[in-house]
Structure formats: structure tokens, C-alpha cells
């Protein structure tokens, strides 16, 4: 992947905390970072209120995927660019409905796709912390996408939502069942059921997100935010996210807790003699090993 020449571009007002540096060239988003560790996605579809296509998705998962692999990068910001040309913002508008088809979004190769439910997994068990910056819309697809960060700071321009029911759509994975388990069934029913829009105080009463900020401080509060993070431990911090996904997330959460213990355990002397015993040939020798309490 390509690394661009340094550039401080903005994607939201206020002044930026850290220099972003242009990270890949994407059509629908934009990849930054910073060389404090935090790194910046944009979806940048500012004509359709940052609606995603199969597109967006895809690029979107690439993003996350790169930034899985990438060690000194310990939390993303995930955000929409704004202002329009109309002066209105949005985080994301769901699903591009001008692309909608039958069973799904139609992508370039004229295949029907509801890949946003890939997009959704990735940033679920992604290690690393994933926080939402909301300032305006954050509607139907856009407001899960939100739901599944683990923060989210919200402008107080920010407008929540579901259409679902109006539109034709739900989302009855994520989308129903873990915003019940944020806000509350009633809540949530509500939510769903009556396709109302909700301001960034209500959001914040029900708690949706995690607090409130002036538009023009919103990237600048999720850089301080990103930043205390990074002064902790990473691996308590993976395996706080796995436990907390765990609790909700059936036998996929519990896989991905798992696969922090055994992730950790093949870094201790007695993993290691596992597979060094395996390929000796000798039986492991785990005798220096105590049946600790
Ligand atoms: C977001 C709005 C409330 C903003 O209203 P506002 O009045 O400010 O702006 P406009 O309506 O005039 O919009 C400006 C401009 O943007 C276009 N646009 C906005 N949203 C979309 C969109 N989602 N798709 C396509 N285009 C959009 C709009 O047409 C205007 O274009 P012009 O050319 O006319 O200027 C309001 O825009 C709004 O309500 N938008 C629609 C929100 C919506 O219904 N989203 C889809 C919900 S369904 C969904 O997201 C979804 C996706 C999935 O992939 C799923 C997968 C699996 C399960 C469920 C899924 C799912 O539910």
C-alpha cells in the first residue's frame, strides 16, 4: 500500500490536533493517520448525505483490514466528511438507495450485496479500539455502522435514526438486537418501530453515545480521547473488547476471546515447549510448569 507525501488534510471543522498524513487512495473514502498511532476513515460521499454503495464498503473493509495489520496503529476514527456544499453533514445516510436492487446494493459487477454486514463484523473484532465521530446524520445502515464502534462522540448537530420501515429495510442482526441491548428494548422498539429522528442530547440521555461536543472540537475530542487510550496496555485493551463482544456476540464472541488466551499463551515458555518438543521429536517436558491456583 502507498504511503502519500505529508498533507494536514481536513474532513471535519476545528483545528486538528495531530498532522494526518494521506494514507491509500480510495474513490469513496478517505485513509489517513497520524504518527501518534491513531488512524482516520472517512467515508466521503458528501452528495448523498455519505450514503454507502458496495463500493464504499469494500474500501471501507480494505481500510479496516490494512489497519488490523499495522502495529503502531492502536484506534481509528471513523467519521463522514462535511460540510456539503448545502452545508449539512452527515457521519452516513445507510444504504445508497439509488443503487438498490433486488436482494441487495447492485456493485460494478451488476451482483446484489449486503456487504456492510462483512463491514460490521470487521470493525466488531478488530483489536483494536474503533471510535465513531458523529456530526450530523447518522441514519438507517449509518446509524449501526455507529452503533458497532465502541465510542461514539457525537456533535451536537448530530441526528440519529432508523427508516428501515419506511424504506423497504432492517437490520434485524446488530442493528435491533445490540442497539436493544444499549438503549433498551422499549427504546430500541421505538427506535425501529416509529422511524423517528433523535437529536445528540437524546442520544446522549439514552446512551447512544458517549458525549456531546461542539462541531468544531468533534475530530480534536476524539484525537484526546484516542490518545488516552494509547498510553494504556494494548493487549488489556484487546482482550477488554473481546470480553465485552463476548458478552454479547454468542460463540463468535467467545471465539475471539478465546483466540486472545490462546494468542497469549503461545508467548509463554510452556506454549513454547509445545511445539518445540512437536518438532524434536520427544515428548514435551512440561515438569517446570506449576498447577498455579
Ligand atoms: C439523511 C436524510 C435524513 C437527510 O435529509 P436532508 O433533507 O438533509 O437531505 P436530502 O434528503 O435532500 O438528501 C441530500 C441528497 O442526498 C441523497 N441521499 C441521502 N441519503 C441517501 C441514501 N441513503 N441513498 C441515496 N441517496 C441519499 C438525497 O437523495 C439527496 O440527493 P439529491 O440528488 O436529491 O440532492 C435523508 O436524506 C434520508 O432520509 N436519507 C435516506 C436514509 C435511508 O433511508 N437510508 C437507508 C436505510 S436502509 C440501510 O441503510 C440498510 C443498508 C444495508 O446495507 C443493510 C444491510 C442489511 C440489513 C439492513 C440494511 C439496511 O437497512
Keep these: 500500500m502507498q504511503v502519500f507525501p505529508t498533507k494536514n488534510r481536513q474532513v471535519l471543522p476545528g483545528i486538528s490536533l495531530v498532522e494526518w498524513i494521506p494514507w491509500n487512495d480510495y474513490e469513496d473514502i478517505l485513509l489517513d493517520r497520524c ?34 495489520d499495522t502495529v503502531d496503529i492502536g484506534v481509528v476514527l471513523l467519521t463522514g466528511i462535511g460540510p456539503a456544499k448545502d452545508g449539512r453533514y452527515a457521519f ?20 446484489a450485496r449486503l456487504n456492510v454486514l462483512d463491514l460490521q463484523r470487521i470493525i466488531r473484532s478488530l483489536p483494536k479500539v474503533v471510535i465513531a465521530l458523529v456530526a450530523g446524520y447518522a ?16 456533535a451536537d448537530n448530530a441526528i440519529f435514526g432508523q427508516t428501515g ?3 423497504g429495510s432492517f437490520d434485524g442482526g446488530f442493528g435491533a438486537s445490540f442497539l436493544a441491548r444499549l438503549v433498551g428494548q422499549r427504546k430500541a422498539r421505538e427506535i425501529w418501530f416509529l422511524c423517528r429522528s ?10 447512544l ?18 490518545q488516552e487510550i494509547l498510553q494504556h496496555s494494548p493487549t488489556a485493551i484487546r482482550c ?9 456476540d454468542g460463540m463468535s464472541g467467545i471465539q475471539e476471546l478465546a483466540g486472545q488466551a490462546t494468542h497469549l499463551f503461545y508467548r509463554t515458555d510452556e506454549g513454547k ?21
Aim: proline share 5%; charged share 25%.
Design 35 to 68: 504518527k501518534e498511532g491513531i488512524a482516520r476513515i472517512t467515508i466521503n460521499r458528501p452528495t448523498k448525505r455519505n450514503a454507502f454503495r458496495p463500493q464504499t464498503v469494500t474500501e471501507l473493509c480494505d481500510a479496516f483490514s490494512f489497519i488490523r
Design 92 to 111: 452516513c445516510s445507510g444504504g445508497d438507495q439509488s443503487v438498490r436492487g433486488d436482494g441487495g446494493y447492485i456493485d460494478e459487477m451488476g451482483l
Design 139 to 154: 441514519i438507517g445502515g449509518g446509524q449501526v455502522l455507529h452503533l458497532l464502534c465502541d465510542l461514539s462522540i457525537a
Design 165 to 167: 420501515p419506511r424504506v
Design 198 to 207: 433523535y437529536d445528540a442530547t437524546q442520544a446522549l440521555t439514552m446512551r
Design 209 to 226: 453515545v458517549n458525549a456531546v461536543v461542539p462541531l468544531d472540537t468533534l475530530e480534536q475530542e476524539g484525537v484526546i480521547w484516542a
Design 240 to 248: 477488554l473488547k473481546a470480553a465485552f463482544n463476548a458478552e454479547t
Design 273 to 293: 515447549e509445545g511445539k518445540k518438543a512437536f518438532l524434536e521429536k520427544r515428548k514435551p517436558d512440561f515438569s517446570s510448569e506449576l498447577w498455579l491456583p
